[in-house]
């Protein structure tokens, strides 16, 4: 059984345009024996992407992730003291406290994003 995290960007493609993610993402994240992971700071980010009109996603799109098998991961304490030692190698606030929760929970995070996979965490895609 697979456990990981998701950023952003998988979470949109997976519930609405899957052809976008690699097929291992795919099929990981398809697979019913996996923990899929999304964080409080996605739903935070996408929140106010939407609220800024930078992100359209269906009614009810926020309410429906636990029924669709995503687990929802709190922000706590031991992400922000790992949050404090990262270097800044990517400037976006919102990937660098999923790179935190990552290391914190030692989950892989799955992204395609150049940046996070410079950090010391095992990401997937």
């Known amino acids: 059984m697979a456990t990981f995290l998701i950023d952003a960007w998988v979470l ?3 519930t609405s345009d ?5 097929r291992k993402a795919r099929r990981m994240i ?4 996996s923990r899929v992971f999304v964080s409080h700071a996605t ?4 929140s106010i992407k939407v609220t800024i009109g930078k992100l359209h996603v269906g009614e ?8 669709l098998g995503y687990e929802m ?7 922000f003291s790992v949050y404090r030692q990262l270097p800044l190698i990517h400037r976006d606030p919102f990937d660098r406290l999923l790179v935190a929760q990552a290391i914190s929970e030692k989950i ?6 150049e940046e996070i996979v410079k950090y010391p965490l095992k990401t997937l895609w």
């Open 30 to 33: 398809d697979d019913d024996a």
């Open 60 to 67: 009810g799109f926020f309410g429906q992730l636990e029924g």
């Open 108 to 113: 892989p995070l799955m992204t395609c994003d």
């Open 18 to 22: 899957p052809e976008k993610l690699s």
């Open 73 to 79: 991961l709190p922000m706590g304490e031991v992400h």
């Open 12 to 14: 949109i493609w997976a």
């Open 43 to 46: 739903l935070w980010e996408m």
